[in-house]
């Protein structure tokens, strides 16, 4: 008979790590075991993504061993139990134990899974589901206020919770999130300080202010002045000669680009938050499909095509109709120091390239804290093992998802994450129990 097992906090982390094992007791502070996975994805839950190598997560290391050890553990178990091969399409072990436990999906644009029904509720009750199955108990509004290790070895865990009462377990799962993870956990486990990222950048305000609230369909590059852009890197993405001289471009994320007054928020900006630094540079480019060094020669073709058309020569207002929206348009023509109501002029087309393909707004920080989706920071994973999610040296002690100092880009790799760890752990744990059945203690419920 499997010893009994708690499990602290029920966001992705601790749903997992609760199915994972028999006998296990889930605290939880609010009213509703799960409700912070109702709030993902805009209550549609972004719950994974189809390739999980890509999200470029922090300690990369440490999250490739245990996403492989996850592999190694789950491919191994029958249907229902998570075996990666239980269902068609489920090319991992998080997404084969989510169709093990009836959950479909559908992918979005850049492998961005979601469930089929479109609701976050559809994920959330697939895993209490599995909870129920397996005599998992819940215990909602029991806030775990401190978990205190065993004594001795071979000891039990106290769960001091925050009405004064005191619990024990055999082994504890922190699936909580960073912040609370600090005062959770016992002294002297090594914690990284928590800082808020995935958010809007703040940028100097003078062109976003004129565009708040418009978004764009393009990409945003991260520049960073002091380095030097590889002859490779030049050729990769289309620079010429003479451009961006003594800096490096960092990285450049394609997608949705909204202007606030502060700066620039959506997707593209919230990735690049993960690795913007003081003195950084962003620009946003409004044609990502057509490289800067072939450009001028569109503007070219662009401007030739306008005058058949129009019986005239083409104004830079003509060529900016239709490419980008006036507002735009009016910050470009300022930018690039062009007049849009004049015929466009021998070499001013090599100008307005520079500012279509990279409007260039200097970084000063996060825009607004409030809406970034995740914390950096957390227990240092030095501490803990990558192959089950325990700590080194507290043993039958497991840190998971959030509380740990991993973090990833938007997409659907936090969650992953989430789930990922959970299994893990849960699994090791279940292991762990399993062979100290045999003791007295272990006889006991």
Same mark, same amino acid.
């Given at each position: ?63 490739? %061993?245990?996403?492989?050890?996850? @592999?190694? &553990?789950?491919? /191994? ?5 998570? =075996?990666? *091969? $239980?269902? +068609? ?91 609370? %993870?600090?005062?959770?956990?016992? @002294?002297? &486990?090594?914690? /990284? ?5 995935? =958010?809007? *950048? $703040?940028? +100097? ?91 001028? %020669? ?148």
């Amino acid at each position: 008979m499997e010893a009994p097992r708690g499990a602290e906090g029920s966001g992705g982390r601790g749903v997992e790590g609760a199915a994972s094992a028999a006998r296990v007791v889930v605290y939880e502070v609010s009213d509703r075991v799960g409700r912070s996975i109702l709030a993902t994805g805009n209550g549609r839950c972004n719950f994974s993504n189809a390739r999980p190598g890509d999200g470029d997560y922090r300690n990369g290391p440490f999250v490739e %061993a245990a996403l492989a050890a996850l @592999e190694e &553990v789950l491919g /191994r178990q029958p249907v229902g139990c998570g =075996g990666v *091969l $239980a269902a +068609e399409g489920a090319s991992n072990a998080v997404l084969g134990f989510f169709a093990d436990h009836g959950l479909m999906w559908r992918e979005e644009g850049e492998g961005r899974l979601y469930p089929l029904a479109n609701k976050a509720t559809s994920v959330l009750d697939c895993l209490r589901a599995a909870c129920a199955a397996a005599g998992v108990e819940e215990r909602v509004e029991c806030e775990v206020a401190a978990v205190q290790p065993p004594r001795e070895a071979g000891g039990r865990f106290t769960l001091r919770l925050a009405d004064g009462r005191f619990e024990r377990a055999d082994a504890v799962i922190a699936a909580v999130g960073g912040s609370i %993870a600090r005062g959770l956990l016992p @002294e002297g &486990v090594p914690f /990284r300080e928590l800082e808020p990222t995935l =958010g809007p *950048l $703040a940028t +100097e305000p003078r062109w976003p202010r004129r565009l708040d609230n418009i978004r764009v369909r393009g990409a945003l590059e991260l520049w960073r002045p002091g380095e030097e852009t590889s002859p490779e890197e030049r050729n990769c993405y289309g620079l010429p000669l003479g451009t961006h001289e003594g800096e490096r471009l960092v990285s450049r994320e394609v997608g949705e680009v909204m202007f606030r007054k502060y700066g620039v928020s959506g997707i593209a900006a919230f990735n690049l938050s993960r690795l913007a630094e003081s003195g950084d540079v962003l620009a946003v480019d409004f044609v990502p499909r057509i490289r800067l060094c072939d450009m001028e %020669a569109f503007l070219n073709r662009r401007r030739k095509l306008l005058r058949a058309s129009l019986g005239r020569e083409a104004t830079w207002d003509d060529m900016l109709r239709g490419m980008v929206l006036a507002p735009v348009a009016d910050v470009l023509l300022e930018a690039a120091a062009l007049n849009g109501a004049r015929p466009v002029a021998k070499g001013e087309t090599a100008r307005m390239a520079t500012f279509l393909k990279g409007l260039r707004l200097p970084a000063t920080g996060l825009g607004d804290p409030r809406q970034c989706q995740v914390h950096r920071g957390g227990v240092e994973v030095d501490a803990v093992d990558e192959l089950t999610c325990e700590l080194r040296e507290v043993p039958g002690l497991y840190v998971v998802g959030e509380a740990l100092d991993v973090d990833a880009a938007c997409g659907g790799y936090n969650l992953h994450w989430a789930w990922a760890s959970g299994l893990l752990a849960g699994w090791s744990t279940a292991e762990r129990l399993a062979g100290s059945s045999g003791s007295a203690r272990g006889e006991e419920r």
